[in-house]
Every structure is written in C-alpha cells, then in structure tokens.
C-alpha cells in the first residue's frame, strides 16, 4: 500500500562533524579520477562493433583490473541520446580534479557530494557485484536505481547498460543518496510501453536491516537517531546470530554487511539462490529469523515452545556470553524499580515477583546485575511453593533472547521489489559514508569512527601534498576509505568466482549463449 | 445466470479430423487428487464449460471469504469440504466404488465424471484468473487450500498411492546419519520427549529448504547447509507447496505473449485442449461465446471492499469538518481510537499510523481539505513549513491527489491485520492482535465494557487469534441496547451476530445505530462477491 520509500521520520542529528577541513588551497591533479585509473569520462570514445568473446573464467581477474574499456564496447547512439549532448558530458569532464570546496561546507553540501562521487565512490566494484559478470548484463541493465536528488526529488526506475553511464548520470545529478533495486524482466525505463505482465522484478538480494530505533525500550544509553559504542553492541551480536542462520541453516555465502551511516547496519544477501528467492519464501526466512514480535504495547515480545529450535538454542549461546556485559553492566535496565517491572512481567510466578518486589523495595537502585542474580537467588529461598524451575530457567533465556536477539525490520526483507541504499553512499546527516562492515573483525567496527566524506576528500588533500605530482595513485587509496574499498573488492571478486561456476554449469559447453 | 442462446448449446462437433495426430482419448483418473498437470483434451459443452466453473468458483469465493473471517482450518474443512463440496464439486474416494459388478461399474463411471468435472473447472478457471496478477495470486491462493482440504481429507492409502505418482525424489537419511543428528532432528521438529521415539523411527528426508519454506515458515524444521531435514509425517507440506509451485508456473507460462496460431479452429467447436494454456487465450479471443463467460467468471471473484463512493450519505449529507473528529470518536472501533488518543497524546503518529487513520478518516467521509486542516492542528509541535514538507504530500497521497494518483481504499481488517505488523514504537494494525491482554482490557475500560463476561470471552478470541470476532463481540457489548431495539422494529436484517471486517463498517454501522434515523439504508459493504450464491455471476 504504502510508498516503501516514504521518508524516514523523526529526524534528529546526531554527531555530524563539526567543522569541516581545509579544502580552500586544494591543488588536485586534474588526472586523477575515482576508482578506475581506465575509466576517465569521455563520451567521444568510439562504439567499438565487434561483440566480445565471452570472458572464460579464467580471464575473469585480468578483465577485471582493466577497467572501464570492456563499457565502452556497449555503448551506441541511443545512449548518447539519452544522456544529453556533449557539452553536458564536456561540463562534467572539466570538473573532475577541479575540487574546491568553500569553508564552512557541510557534509550535504552538493559539491562535496559531487567531488565524492568522482573521486572516491567505487563504481567499479559496485557495477561487478550487480552485474556478477564482467561483461555488461541484464543483471545489471534491468536493473532499478533510484535516486533521492538534493532538492529531495525521488526519482525512480532509472537503469543504465554500463557502469560508465551510472557514472555519468549520478555525477550529472548529483543525488544526496541512491537506492538499489531488483532485476526487471525488462529494461525499467521501458516499463511504460510494455504490458504489466512483461515488467516484473525477477531477482534481487535478500536484504536485512537492523536499526537501533527498535531498541529503544530496551537501550538506555542512547535514544531516536543517537548511538554509542554500547549500544552498536546489539548491532555486532545481531549479525554474529544473523551469520551463523544465514550461512549454518540456510546454506548462503555471499553475505554483505553495510554500515548505514548513522544508527544500523544492512545486510546484502547475493547468493544466486538467495536472489532468485519469491516473496513467499523471503518471508518464510523473516519468519524463521524473526523472534521479537509485537508493537510497542505488547507484553512479552518473545514466544517459543520447547525444545528449542537448533536455531535459537545456538542463538542463545551466542547471546549468553554477552548478556551480562552488554546488557546487566552497560545498558542497566532495570536499575529503576519502576523499569524492573519489565523484568517482573516476563518471570513466571507471581509469588516469586512479590518477594523480588519487596526486596528491591528495601534497596532502591539496585543495579540490574543483582536484580538478575535476585532472581534465583530468592527462587532458591522457596519462597514460592508452586514455582516451577524448569520454566525459571525458559523464562530466564526468554529474557535474554527478548533484549539481545536480533531485531529486523521485516518489511525491508519481504519484498522483492523493496529498495535499500547502496552500500558506499554518504549519509545526509552524518556526512558517514555506508562502509562494508569486515565480519572476520565485528568488534573492531567503530561507527563513529566510520570515515566522513569530508575527512576523506581531506585525506586527499593531505597526500597529494606530501607526495610528488607523478605518482600514480588512485584517490581512495590516499584515504581511510582503502580498506573498505578492499575489503568490498574482495567480497565482489569472490561471488564472480562463484558466478562464473554457476554460469558454466548451467551453460555447458555452448560457449556463445550469453544474452546481451 | 449467464444466459445462452440456445443455439450455442450444440454439442461440441467432432474436432479430431482437424487435430490429426493428436490423442484425444478420454483421460483416467486413477486418484481422487490432483495435480492438474495435463490439460484437459477432450470436449464438453459450453453448459458445461460454465456451470462447472461456476461451480468450482462458489467453493472458492467461499473458501476466501472463510479465510477472511479467520476461521480455522477444522471449520475450513468443515465448510468447505462437508457441506459446500458435496453439492457443487463432489469427489468420492476410489474405495467408495470397488470394482467388478455393473453397480460398481456404474458407480466408476460416475466417480469418473465427478474428477474430470474437478479437472476441466480447474482449467476453465485458470484460463478466467490468469490476467491479471491479483487475480492470479487469489486463485493460486484459494487452489492450494481447496488443494490441501482434499488431501487431509483423503484415504491415507490412496493418498500415499497418488504421492507414489508424482515421482519426487525425496533423499531418505539413512540410519547413521539419523542417529548422528538425533538430538537436532527432533529439536527442530519441536519435538516433545514424548512423541520423539515415533517420530525419530518413522523416518526423515532432507530437500533444499525452498520446497518445504512453510515449515521454515512456522520454524518446524532442522536446517543445515541449505537443506531442511523433514519428517515423514510433514510430507503433506511438501506435496503442497509443490501443487502451489507448479500451479504458480502454469499461470504464468499463460501470460506468455500471444503467440500467432494458425487457425484451424474455424470449426466452432469447443476444444478444451493441450493448446489450453499457453497458445489457449489468443485462440479464445477470437470466440465469441467463451470470452463473456470467462469475463463473468473473473469478475465473479471479487473481494469485498469498502466503498467510499457511498460514504456520502453517512451523516445524511451534513459535510464533515476537522472540528467534529473527537466528537465522532466514540463510534470508532478500537483500533482507529487508539490512532486518535496517541495523536492527541503525541500531537504526533507515525507514517503508518498516518497511513491506517488517513484513509479511514477518508472512508468516514472527511474531504481532503478538512483532512489537511485536521492533520495540520493534530501536529501541533511543528511549524506549518514543516507540515507543507513532510506531511502534506502524505495526507494527499491517501486521497489520490498525487503520485500514482491511485484512489486508495481504507484498510480492511483482513490488511490492518496482515499488512505491516506495528514495530516496538508503533500503534497501528488491531489491538486486539498488538496490544498486551491487560493492556487491552485497560482499553476496553475507556469503551465502556467492564463486564467480566464479556472481557472473557475476547480473551479467549484472542487466544483463537479471531481478532475480527472479539471487536464485532465488543461492537455488540457496546451496542446491545440498540441492537435490540432494532431487532424488535425489524429494522435491520443483519441479524443480531454482528461480524465487522471493516473499521469503516464499524463506524457506519456504530452511528447509525446510536443515531437511529440518520443514516440511509447504507450499503457501504459491497457484500462478498462468494457469499455462497451464484448472483454475483449477473452483473456486468
Ligand atoms: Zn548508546
């Protein structure tokens, strides 16, 4: 019914950098271009006509690290037409380099955005991980973009045959963010011309999002928009369970996870059979994983039969151990008496809770670590005949699944037309860019210190002025943003190892079979 | 009924001299069940080419509305299988008809003619929904469960039988493996101790996930590697969600491209044949006695919804303003007060709180320009630029003033139920599905029902997950005296069991009767296109 893209609410801001750096005597080598040392914009360049040979895997890595060359090979009048004259592309070519940000500018500054854009966003690796093939796809053309400009216009359907005309379009219109849709059946730009029943979203990755905003009866360090590095706690323990079902159960490998930029994180699911999934069964997983149900005013939130399900009793295991530092030290939750009734309604016995209560009375403040540890310790009194231990216990691992189990948004993961962000974009507020989250190292991810786009461009700044003109290194290596970059790389790369095995399979020895 | 004219109730003519080469022997049907993979190939009337759908269509407009009112699946069964079947779509078991004797051959025959009766109306059907994508979905939908009633409902051998001819290939554990995994196996069955010996002996087999994604659903089934790991006695979930799978592949394989046929048919006669589904539709349109009747079958298979255009009449013609919406809120089921008392409390809500309220306000009969105003008042923390930037496009939105323009009906129970379940901040969707019991019966305080009887019996709704049956169990509490008054005027014909479905039918029906004369004999209901009854087959 509703705009799955009706804008976020509740805005506040938290932590946006204060004052921006020095970029007044920026003196930037026009040469240097974002991500792809072969990928200068030039619309001149020839429509090559041969059709390629298709990539044998094995040429997969060495396509690759050429760059933008194999684009080009695709592009014709058509597109050319699409995109405005030469003059438009001339205007953009002759900014590239020519970075000068005014002091005083804010991380949503247009021309930060914009300089951020050329300089720094890894187009590259974004087209191979959509594309999963080296050649331009339907993977990739059929694919919907969706554009949120700086004047807050939402534009929708926008799709694109290259990387190099992605490019050009978001550094034409600048937008403050983009959105990643599904494949089409067709291109989405022609969906008005087509009958409904040819254009239909084929595939897409499954996507998960986690936000802190569904903590907040539960979080007390921060609230709304705010985060500190207690409570991104939740975000690290949720995607420990989060990996362990996606890869352990449902048997996926290809999973992303993305920091979005002020209070959560997303996860890109790009398994070939995770993306073809209908909405049925990406249902099916949100039921599996989904544990915390109901709105602010239900009870209890979690309810579950015994035995445990294998899922949640690992779950439970991860969440143990982190129960009394993340929740009972840190957070304290129920140091309040009138916050410890939360306890006392998910405990099973009401002569127990009396006695907790008349206890907790008597020491006003008691920290949440004791008030747990109250909690057999007074059941050991026998101070209630008709108390039942073993539900004790199930009530005990209720409470910890109930403040630690991962809460989804899942309505974000149901559909398989739902847009989510694209990984790498800057978030308006924060000025953070959205960094893959590295999930061999979960506890070394430091939200705020995720890099800004105006430490970035200073990073810049800072290197070209240390190091000699000739030297040539892309931007993003002179910045903070390498080893996400990196780390982004190497995650692409190996889905398209994997991809071009599928690929084989599926197409024999029919060398020539792939659709363009 | 769709009339014919007689002259088009010849019996199809012989059509094999123009389908040289192809077999059109009579199919048999050795099961009660089906799958309906092979397309009907011989002839039947254009009689029977309706009545049959028509048929096929009531138990499945009946099987919806069924779901629509929350009913189990053991009254579904009920329904559906024990009453409306019998009549409409019986299906005797091969074991009610032996073998042998000229009775029994008789009885073979007639249990014959009842399968390919099931066969031809599932195809004429298919061939009536398979245009458009909703209807798609409410057809694959009310299939799959007429589907699983049948096979519940069926001789455990002679399901086991037609199981046996699908010919899936169903990878069993073997015995070491069974005992290596012993303790997760049951675990992810749930299990009990005491029923984990049966199930354990009774055997296992592993199938990629996606085959059984309703045990994994419901998380009733042990996942490893990308594999679930089922039992035996779950069997039925897989042998459905495989009827769905192949039924949902079929539809679309008839939204194929019209392809261009030859035309061999100019013999005018009626062949239900292979050409059915995916070359079928272009060959119809070209006849002109079958698309009528598939138009009507379509349309025959409408939801009930709430229609706005009636709502005029609601307050006899008195035109709604911002102002009077808190004196209204007394005849507001629970639900739309709850939205209301958060708005006055927070002077805010949230974007699907907006959503739910907006519309039925909308439904209520408030015009866009006092909506606007009533919303602008309501957020009184922000300032008007604010408003016109965040909200305005929202509140315009739900009346159809921009983007798609789409007309947007208020929201059903059956949507606020299902659609978007409220997170931890929210107040949106069915209280009585959201909010905690001693919450609610707080809320139920605020409505004027205290009486323990009554809060015991929504209670026990609740726990039945019948959310629509505990707010019409309030609607009449809260409504009794009037209910009764009625009654004895003979005024109402609703009857005395009130069954809401609609927030905006609540409303309608709570003022009129609280303001007894004020409101025309208001259909605002349009009544369930099933309902039990051919009528809804007549308009056009
Ligand atoms: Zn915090």
Redesign the interface.
């Known amino acids: ?3 799955p893209n ?2 976020k ?2 805005i506040a801001l938290p932590d946006a950098p204060a004052t921006p750096q020095e970029f007044q005597d920026a003196d930037f080598d026009s040469a240097s271009d974002s991500d792809s040392p072969a990928g200068k914009i030039d619309v001149k360049t020839e429509p090559q006509t041969d059709p390629p040979e298709p990539a044998s895997p094995a040429k997969i890595e060495i396509k690759k690290e050429e760059g933008g060359d194999l684009d080009n090979i695709f592009k014709d009048e058509e597109e050319e037409d699409f995109f405005g004259d030469d003059d438009d592309a001339d205007f953009l070519a002759s900014e590239v380099g020519a970075v000068s940000i005014a002091p005083g500018s804010g991380p949503s500054d247009p021309q930060v955005i914009l300089t951020f854009y050329q300089r720094l966003f890894p187009f590259r690796p974004l087209f191979q991980w959509l594309n999963h093939s080296p050649i331009p796809c339907h993977d990739f053309g059929h694919r919907e973009f969706a554009f949120t400009l700086q004047n807050s216009a939402y534009l929708r359907y926008q799709s694109f045959p290259t990387m190099e005309l992605l490019r050009k379009e978001i550094l034409r219109l600048n937008p403050s963010r983009f959105e990643i849709g599904p494949i089409y059946s067709a291109n989405p730009r022609d969906r008005k011309t087509l ?4 254009f ?1 979203p084929l595939s897409k990755e499954l996507v998960f999002d986690i936000d802190l ?2 903590y ?2 539960i979080r007390t360090c921060c609230d709304k928009a705010n985060i500190c590095n207690l409570c991104w706690n939740f975000i690290t323990v949720a995607i420990k369970v989060m990996n362990a079902a996606l890869r ?5 490998k290809h999973v992303l996870w993305v920091y979005s930029g002020r209070r959560g994180a997303h996860a890109w699911i790009c398994d070939k ?1 995770a993306r073809s ?1 209908d909405d ?2 990406r ?3 949100v ?2 994983l989904g544990l915390v ?8 939130k979690v309810n579950i ?9 690992r779950s439970l295991n991860l969440l143990k151990d982190r129960f009394e530092n993340d929740i009972l030290r840190e957070q304290d939750p129920w140091r309040d008496n009138e916050r410890a009734e939360k306890l006392l309604q998910l405990l099973p016995d009401k002569t127990l809770n009396d006695a907790l209560r008349k206890k907790w009375d008597n020491h006003p403040s008691r920290p949440s670590l004791n008030k747990w540890a109250d909690v057999y310790d007074v059941a050991k009194t026998g101070v209630s005949e008709g108390l039942n231990p073993a539900r004790l216990k199930e009530s005990r691992e209720e409470v910890v699944l109930e403040y630690m189990y991962p ?1 989804l ?3 974000v993961s149901k559909h398989l037309n739902h847009l989510l962000k694209s990984p790498f974009c800057v978030h308006p507020q924060t000025g953070r860019v959205c960094v893959p989250i590295d999930e061999r190292d979960l506890g070394a991810f430091d939200p705020m210190a995720a890099p800004t786009v105006l430490g970035l461009l200073g990073e810049i700044d800072a290197w070209d002025k240390a190091h000699k003109r000739e030297e040539k290194v892309d931007d993003y290596e002179k910045t903070s943003l390498k080893p996400y970059v990196d780390y982004f790389k190497t995650f692409v790369n190996g889905l398209l190892r994997d991809e071009a095995g599928v690929k084989r399979e599926r197409e024999g020895n029919s060398g020539n079979s792939m659709e363009f | 009924m769709y009339r014919q004219e007689p002259a088009k109730r010849v019996r199809a003519i012989d059509s094999k001299k123009h389908w040289a080469g192809v077999d059109f022997k009579q199919l048999f049907y050795p099961h009660r069940l089906n799958f309906y993979n092979t397309p009907p190939t011989t002839e039947i009337t254009l009689d029977e080419f309706e009545q049959w759908a028509i048929d096929r269509l009531r138990i499945l407009g009946e099987i919806e509305s069924c779901l629509y009112r929350n009913m189990t699946a053991a009254e579904l069964q009920d329904v559906i299988i024990k009453k409306l079947q019998k009549d409409l779509l019986p299906l005797g078991a091969n074991s009610a008809a032996g073998g042998g004797s000229k009775f029994q051959d008789s009885k073979i025959a007639k249990q014959q003619d009842e399968r390919r009766k099931d066969h031809y109306s599932h195809y004429t059907l298919r061939l009536a929904f398979a245009r458009s ?1 909703d209807l798609r979905k409410r057809f694959l939908a009310t299939e799959t469960i007429l589907f699983k009633l049948r096979y519940n409902s069926d001789d455990t051998q002679e399901r086991q039988a037609f199981i046996e001819s699908l010919g899936f290939d169903w990878e069993f554990l073997s015995v070491e493996e069974k005992v290596a995994m012993r303790e ?1 196996l ?3 069955t ?4 005491n029923e984990a010996d049966a199930v354990f002996e009774a055997g296992f087999f592993r199938v990629d ?2 085959k059984v ?2 045990l ?4 009733k089934v ?6 679930a790991y089922v039992p035996e006695s779950q069997q039925s979930s897989l042998v459905i969600a495989e009827f769905t799978a192949r039924l949902e592949k079929a539809l679309e394989a008839c ?1 194929l ?1 019209p392809q261009v046929f030859s035309s061999r048919r100019r013999n005018r006669s009626l062949t239900i044949s292979t050409q059915l589904t995916a070359r079928a539709l272009p060959r119809l349109d070209e006849d002109d006695r079958l698309i009528p009747i598939l138009n009507h079958l379509s349309r025959g298979f409408i939801a009930p919804e709430y229609n706005t255009s009636m709502t005029a009449t609601t307050l006899n013609g008195a035109s709604l303003t911002a102002a009077v919406i808190d004196d209204l809120v007394q005849y507001f089921p629970m639900c739309m007060r709850q939205l209301h008392t958060t708005l006055r409390r927070e002077k805010h809500l ?3 709180g907006r ?1 739910q309220y907006n519309l039925f306000l909308k439904g209520i009969g408030l015009s866009v320009d006092e909506a606007l105003i009533f919303w602008r008042k309501s957020f009184s923390r922000i300032d008007d630029d604010e408003f016109q930037k ?1 909200y305005r496009y ?1 509140v315009r ?1 739900g009346y159809g003033l921009e ?1 798609t323009r789409r007309n ?1 009906k208020p ?1 059903s129970c059956q ?1 606020i139920l299902t ?9 949106h ?1 069915c ?1 009585y599905r ?6 609610l019966v707080v809320g139920l305080g605020t409505m004027g029902v205290s009486d323990r009887d009554v809060i015991r019996h929504v209670r026990e709704d609740i726990e039945a997950k019948k959310y629509h049956v505990a707010c019409s169990r309030v609607f009449e509490h809260t409504h009794a005296k009037e209910l009764k008054r009625e009654k004895e005027a003979g005024g109402w014909s609703g009857g005395l069991t009130e069954n809401i479905i609609h927030p905006n039918e609540y409303f309608t029906r709570s003022f009129g009767l609280k303001n007894p004369g004020s409101v025309e004999a208001t259909n605002a209901i349009a009544p369930p296109a099933s309902g039990g009854s051919g009528q809804s087959m007549e308009m056009d």
């Open positions: 019914m509703s705009d009706s804008p609410e509740d009958h409904k029943s040819a239909h905003t569904d907040d009866e352990d159960d449902l048997g996926f059979r999934l049925a069964k249902r099916a997983i039921n599996y149900k109901g709105g602010g005013q239900a009870g209890k039969w015994r035995p445990l399900h294998p899922h949640i009793s809460r948004d899942a309505e | 994508e997760d049951l675990a992810g749930g299990t009990k101790s996930w996606e994604y309703d994994v659903d419901q998380r042990l996942l490893r590697g990308g594999k939204l491209p949230l974007h699907n959503l965040k929202n939105h983007g947007y929201m949507q659609d978007r379940r409220p997170a931890a901040n929210q107040v969707g209280p959201e909010v905690a019991i001693d919450n």
